[in-house]
């Protein structure tokens, strides 16, 4: 018996299927897309009026296990993850102990297992301990299951360094990752400077100590002739400089998270720390740049961030919380409300933003497309049902959130993952 997809008018990156089709799913992979499939014995979903995605996927999530499980566990985030229409999220290496180990990585992918809702990919440390000091055994740590290296959270400073463990990924074909935030030039800054740090008195963090990382990496990249992978871009000069380069041949990728494209530093006025973020929210011609450099190219992806913390850590003044929002269970209506709705981008735009491009970049076959023999994970939305994001709706063990109260575009209906709904509205 397997679930079967009657009336799905499926969303690719490529193309809308205009006329409706059944899908069906059979031992986890899409056996059959076609109309009039005949029900049988199977579990039927009736996706009538619907949108059929591939599954999203979000390559930049925080799950705080192990370390700090009263943040969020694998098994939360999960359920955080499958709640906002993703089937595959990969986690980064910042948990305590860090991922720089096989041990860790075969810790979380069990457990991962066990949960049973989506799938997770560890992200593996470019550098012992995230200290900047000593590469990871990253050979090993592809053998446990990692398909990309980050030190997220912060940069690797050592250019040296880098540049090592760009040669290596470049040999054992895993993606580099970077988070562009130079310390030494954000200097304790926690929010962006500018106007608003000035006027309210916060020290600010200069768009420099991001563009200075992301020039470095690109010129790293362009001489190794090797993939670097940006996380979350927050500047309109950082979308000239990747443009720059792709039009040069240079193998950089870029993503962008939707506080970044929905949110300016005005916000932080409030002094509400969950607006609180690395790299921190920029001002409204930045947020501007990077709407449109998500629709010409420039941006490859679209990530969630989801960094979760407790109440108790971020309700302290705000130079001291840390940084980060959660994101899982907003990103999907955040950019079908300010990314689809106002045309900036078109539903299967966003679907290559947030599935098929995500895919590619970090080398997930069979997933990113709805297609016969592709994995069966397919998330069904309804693009015009509006809801209103609540502090009690986040199945998230983390509530901090600086949409809690805005009207959101597009409900997920149902996740499915490997052919099993895993989240049902
Ligand atoms: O705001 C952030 N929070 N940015 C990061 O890079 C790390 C993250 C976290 O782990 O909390
Ligand atoms: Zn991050």
């Known amino acids: 018996m397997g679930l079967l997809i009657k009336n799905a008018v499926i969303v690719n990156a490529d193309k809308i299927w205009e006329k409706p089709q059944d899908i069906l799913c059979i031992d986890g992979k899409i056996s059959q897309i076609a109309s009039g499939i005949a029900a049988g014995t199977h579990e039927v979903i009736d996706a009538a009026g619907k949108k059929v995605l591939p599954g999203l996927i979000d390559i930049h999530t925080h799950l705080r296990q192990p370390g700090r499980e009263d943040k969020e566990t694998i098994e939360t985030g999960s359920r955080a993850a499958v709640k906002g229409g993703f089937t595959s999220i990969m986690c980064m290496p910042n948990t305590n102990p860090v991922i720089d180990n096989a041990m860790v990585v075969e810790f979380i992918t069990r457990e991962a297992q066990r949960v049973g809702l989506c799938n997770v990919y560890p992200i593996g440390a470019i550098t012992k301990g995230q200290q900047d000091g000593e590469l990871t055994d990253m050979a090993e740590l592809k053998a446990a299951g990692c398909l990309a290296f980050s030190d997220d959270g912060k940069s690797v400073l050592n ?42 008195g916060l020290k600010g963090d200069p768009g420099i100590a991001e563009t200075v990382t992301v020039a470095r990496d690109i010129e790293i990249a362009h001489y190794l002739n090797a993939r670097v992978h940006l996380a979350h871009m927050s500047l309109k000069r950082s979308c000239e400089l990747i443009r720059f380069a792709k039009t040069q041949g240079i193998k950089v990728t870029a ?134 994001v609540t502090q009690e709706g986040f199945v998230s063990k983390s509530k901090n959130s600086p949409f809690i109260g805005r009207r959101l575009k597009a409900q997920v209906e149902y996740t499915i993952c490997g052919g099993k709904v895993v989240y049902k509205a």
């Open 159 to 200: 250019s040296r360094l880098f540049r090592l463990a760009m040669e290596y990924a470049k040999m054992l074909d895993v993606l580099i990752i970077e988070h562009c935030q130079d310390p030494l030039l954000t200097a304790g800054g926690v929010m962006n400077e500018g106007i608003v740090s000035t006027r309210i």
């Open 255 to 388: 993503e962008a998270c939707p506080h970044h494209f929905v949110l300016t530093d005005e916000v932080c006025s409030s002094f509400d720390t969950s607006t609180k973020v690395n790299p921190p929210l920029r001002s409204k011609e930045d947020v501007e740049a990077i709407k449109k450099a998500i629709a010409d190219g420039t941006i490859d992806c679209i990530v969630t961030d989801h960094a979760p913390h407790t109440k108790e850590d971020k309700e302290v003044g705000f130079d001291g919380a840390p940084f980060g929002l959660i994101g899982l269970e907003t990103s999907l209506g955040l950019t079908v409300t300010e990314l689809v709705k106002p045309g900036i981008i078109d539903l299967p735009k966003m679907v290559d933003k947030m599935s098929r491009a995500p895919a590619r970049i970090v080398g997930l076959a069979n997933k990113g497309e709805i297609k016969q023999g592709h994995d069966a994970d397919i998330t069904i939305i309804d693009p015009d049902k509006e809801w209103t």
